[in-house]
């Protein structure tokens, strides 16, 4: 525990009310202070790499983060590392719109690696179509809207890239989420913490489960690390 020196942080769910994009202002004074204290504090979310860069601008926290579920990387306003292949994405969304109906894509900040889609159709169906096409592409779903991401690009591939870049190991950094889209980051770090409202399949996934929703549980998240830390005992 000790060891922490980096928390990964979800967005939607995570520090946000009810799913609409307002973010908890308590959540963000305890993600600055986290960076007041010398640790840095990494926002990976399947909004894009820019709503999350400026998120960490203007919530004062690291200015680093992994938008579209890994698929970009971003240091800079203008350094971005793409992880991923939208033209592939693109041609997957093509042939959903021919295989089922009401397929639409989202409106949402544009996207350099993946494709973003309204929840209006069965994720199943969508993605027994892509498999069966051959494409080597995924539907994933958020609790946002639903994304077509490569096969091998999630959360968990961007952040362990992150990772080696800033030479983190698995034992330094925490994750901190609540949808699906969060486990593969769970997979990369050793500790990794949830909520008791996210779905039961994440919660089977996290090293520890906390208390609240809507931004109070990230809150109750931070003070469960303290809190193992001033008893020196290891999550």
């Known amino acids: ?25 308590n959540a963000i004074s305890k993600l600055r202070y986290l960076v007041k204290l010398g640790y ?10 820019i709503e999350a860069f400026a998120l960490a601008v203007f919530g004062g926290t690291t200015h680093t983060a ?12 203008n350094d971005f590392r ?26 949402v900040f544009p996207r350099m690696s993946e494709v973003v889609l309204e929840r209006t159709f069965d994720l199943a169906h969508g993605n027994q179509v892509l498999m069966d096409s051959g494409h080597k592409l995924i539907l994933v779903d958020s609790n ?12 968990g591939t961007g952040l362990e890239t992150l ?7 698995k034992e330094e950094v925490i994750a901190i989420g609540d949808s699906i ?3 593969p980051m769970f997979n990369k770090t050793k500790y990794s913490i949830t909520f008791e409202s996210s779905d039961e399949t994440v919660r089977n996934k996290a090293t520890h489960i906390v208390k ?12 469960l690390v303290f809190e193992q830390k001033a008893s020196s005992e290891i999550i």
């Open 1 to 25: 525990m000790n060891r922490i020196k980096c928390f990964a942080v979800d967005i939607d769910g995570t520090i946000t009310l009810n799913g609409n994009g307002m973010v908890n202002l």
């Open 40 to 49: 840095q504090v990494i926002y990976v979310t399947g909004r894009s790499s």
């Open 66 to 77: 992994i938008g579209e579920n890994g698929g970009v990387i971003i240091t800079a306003p």
């Open 82 to 107: 793409i992880l991923a292949d939208k033209e592939k994405c693109l041609q997957g969304y093509d042939l959903l719109r021919k295989e089922i109906k009401h397929v639409s894509q989202k409106s």
């Open 144 to 155: 946002y809207a639903y994304h077509i991401n490569e096969i091998g690009v999630n959360k």
């Open 163 to 169: 990772m080696k870049y800033l030479q983190f190991s």
């Open 181 to 183: 889209t969060d486990i």
């Open 212 to 223: 609240g929703g809507n931004g109070e549980g990230l809150i109750n998240a931070i003070d």
